[in-house]
C-alpha cells in the first residue's frame, strides 16, 4: 500500500483499488454544474477522477492521510479546484449545518461504520441534491427498498419521501478493495427532491412503526396512542387495521405522522 500505510480499521479504511470500478462511479455522475463533496477520500484515487471533471471539497479525519494527500494535490489546491478539510465529517455538519455554502453532489466509498448516519445527514442538508455512495450492499438494500419488499423499513421509506429517484447502481465485490471488506458493497444512487423536508421526528414515529417488523403496524402504533385515538386515524386514512410495518407505502407514513402530530393533544387522553 502506498506509502507503506497501513489501512485503520478504526476509520473503516478499505481503498478502492479496482480502476474500472473508479471509471463506473465516475460515468454515473450526474449532468450538472454543482460542486462536488467527498467523505473520506482516503489515499485519493477516487478524489483524483473527481477533480479531473469538476471542483471538489473532501472532508478526512485521518491525520497521516491529510499529510499524503496534501502532497498528491498540492497543485489542485493551490489552484483552490480542491480543498482539503481535516475533521470528522459528523462534525463538521454539527458545526455548519452543511458540507458546502451552494449546490453539491456527495460522491464517495464511504467508512461503513458510520454510512448510515452520513447518509441520512445528507438528506437534511438542503444543499446536497444527489447522492453517489458506496455502502454495504445490505444497507444499500435499505436504503432503495420499495413497499412490500423484505428489507422496506424506515430508511426505505425516509428515501422514497426525501427522493425524486432512488436505486443500487451496481454492485462491487471485496476484491476491489485493499484491504477487501468481509460483506459485498454496492453503489447507492439517491436523487434528492430538494422540496422535501423531513420533521426532526418524524424518524422517531418511523422508529415506533418498525419496533416489532411482524406485528401489525396498530400494534406497534398503540405503545404511543390510545385505541380510540388510533381508530380514528385509521378510519380517516381508510387503512386496514390487517396490515403489517412493510405494507404501507411511505405517502401513507407520512399522512399519519401528520395526523399523529396534529392530534398530540388528544392521542393519549381516554
Ligand atoms: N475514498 C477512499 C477510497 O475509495 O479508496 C477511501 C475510502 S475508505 C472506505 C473511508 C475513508 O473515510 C477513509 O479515508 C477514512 O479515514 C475516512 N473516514 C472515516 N471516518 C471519517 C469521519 N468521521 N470523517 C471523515 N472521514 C472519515
Not at 452520513?118 to 454495504?136: H, K, P, S, T, W
Request: hydrophobic share 35%; glycine share 2%.
Amino acid at each position: 500500500m502506498e506509502n507503506s500505510i497501513k489501512a485503520k480499521k478504526k476509520f473503516g479504511q478499505n481503498f478502492l483499488k479496482d480502476s474500472s470500478i473508479l471509471t463506473r462511479i465516475i460515468q454515473s455522475m450526474p449532468h450538472n454544474n454543482n460542486h462536488i463533496v467527498e467523505i473520506g477520500p482516503g489515499l485519493g484515487d477516487l478524489t483524483q477522477n473527481l477533480v479531473k471533471y469538476k471542483d471538489t471539497t473532501a472532508y478526512e479525519v485521518d491525520t497521516d492521510l491529510i499529510s499524503i494527500l496534501k502532497s498528491k494535490f498540492a497543485i489542485e489546491i493551490h489552484s483552490e479546484r480542491f480543498k482539503l478539510i481535516h475533521t470528522d465529517v459528523l462534525e463538521a455538519w454539527d458545526k455548519d449545518g452543511t458540507l458546502h455554502e451552494g449546490k453539491y453532489d456527495l460522491i464517495a466509498n464511504l467508512p461503513y461504520y458510520i454510512a448510515t448516519n452520513i447518509i441520512l445527514r445528507a438528506f437534511e442538508d438542503v444543499n446536497c441534491e444527489n447522492i453517489i455512495v458506496m455502502i454495504q450492499k445490505e444497507v444499500a438494500k435499505k436504503f432503495s427498498s420499495k413497499v412490500n419488499e423484505k428489507e422496506y423499513s424506515s430508511l426505505g421509506v425516509m428515501t422514497e419521501l426525501i427522493s425524486k429517484e432512488s436505486r443500487i447502481l451496481f454492485d462491487v465485490p471485496p476484491e476491489s478493495f485493499d484491504p477487501p471488506p468481509k460483506v459485498m458493497s454496492s453503489i447507492l444512487y439517491v436523487s434528492k427532491d430538494t422540496s422535501v423536508e423531513l420533521d426532526k421526528d418524524f424518524k422517531k414515529f418511523l422508529k415506533v412503526c418498525f419496533s416489532q417488523p411482524r406485528k401489525k403496524l396498530s400494534k406497534n402504533l398503540s405503545s404511543i396512542m390510545n385505541k380510540e385515538f388510533l381508530s380514528n386515524i385509521y378510519n380517516e386514512l381508510d387503512i386496514k387495521e390487517t396490515l403489517r410495518p412493510h405494507e404501507v407505502s411511505a405517502s401513507l407514513y407520512s399522512q399519519l405522522y401528520t395526523k399523529v402530530k396534529n392530534g398530540k393533544h388528544k392521542r393519549n387522553s381516554k
